[in-house]
């Protein structure tokens, strides 16, 4: 499953719709299962440096263990953080809010989205954005 699944969504992340190329600069906002792989891939396709950005203390000792420079968004701003690593390194900044990247993968996901909307805006079982047996969109009404 991890392989025909969750790899492939994440190489996909990284190769195609952020179109990672070697000695790019590489922020992916998430660190978990797809956030992790979208790290590697694009550090499998040459990234010079791939930034993971989490709040957990596990996903971003992972993001480390696989070479990846974790960024602990409970430490503050998080484009400041890889901002300042790239001062620290030598590299070149832009004048661009996030100059420190090239690319930007997203891989943070509903759940995290959910906790900070207000109950009535979350998704439902029932909502047509989420359909369950009951509702399902090929379904007649």
């Known amino acids: 499953m991890l392989l025909a699944d969750t790899f492939v969504t994440a190489w996909h992340a990284a190769a195609t719709l952020a179109s990672v190329e070697p000695g790019d600069t590489v922020a992916v906002f998430g660190a978990g299962t797809i956030g ?6 694009a550090l499998i396709r040459g990234a010079r440096v791939v930034y993971c950005v989490d709040c957990v203390d596990a996903r971003l000792d992972k993001a480390g263990e696989i ?3 974790p960024i ?3 430490r503050g701003d998080p484009v400041e953080q890889i901002r300042e690593d790239r001062a620290r390194a030598g590299l070149p900044l832009g004048e661009e809010k996030l100059s420190g990247a090239d690319k ?3 891989a943070v996901g509903f759940q995290a989205h959910d906790r900070e909307r207000p109950e009535q805006e979350r998704p439902t079982r029932s909502s047509p954005t989420r359909p369950s047996k009951a ?3 090929t379904s007649a009404s």
């Open 104 to 106: 930007v993968i997203d």
């Open 135 to 137: 509702n399902d969109w």
């Open 36 to 41: 992790l792989l979208s790290a590697y891939s």
């Open 67 to 69: 070479g990846a420079v």
């Open 72 to 74: 602990d968004s409970r």
